[in-house]
């Protein structure tokens, strides 16, 4: 009923730069949070962004300045901008949703992700 798709990833040189973009689709009625998450190789899944719906955006990792995290409520799209890329940025990065479909109650839907490799 909901499909979350990731797009924009790549093989980039470091110091570049990458804007993905996650695109809901499906019998939406309501988005509430989105996120950002990666999987570097050999790592668990880690918490990169999450914005509200209102565009509120708090970020985790600690060089927080490279990312921007935002959305386009009347597009259901929501985007991951990262300069200055590092080899270390090298993952998946998956897209998280909070929808809601219909009455039902808002529920988690996932990303199939998108590879996102940095070069040194």
């Known amino acids: 009923q909901v499909q979350l798709v990731e797009s924009g990833g790549g093989l980039v040189p470091a110091g570049g730069s990458l804007r993905l973009s996650c695109a809901a689709s499906?019998?939406?009625?309501?988005?509430?949070?989105m996120a950002w998450y990666r999987r570097a190789p050999s790592k668990q899944r880690e918490l990169v962004a999450v914005?509200?719906?209102?565009?509120?955006?708090t970020y985790v990792d600690s060089d927080k300045d490279r990312f921007t995290i935002s959305r386009d409520n009347a597009k259901n799209t929501m985007y991951l901008q990262i300069n200055s890329l590092k080899p270390e940025d090298t993952a998946v990065y998956y897209c998280?949703?909070?929808?809601?479909?219909?009455?039902?109650?808002?529920?988690?839907?996932w990303g199939q992700g998108t590879q996102v490799t940095v070069s040194s």
């Open positions: 998280y949703a909070r929808v809601k479909v219909g009455r039902l109650p808002f529920d988690a839907y």
């Open positions: 499906g019998s939406i009625s309501g988005i509430d949070d």
């Open positions: 914005i509200s719906n209102s565009g509120a955006a």
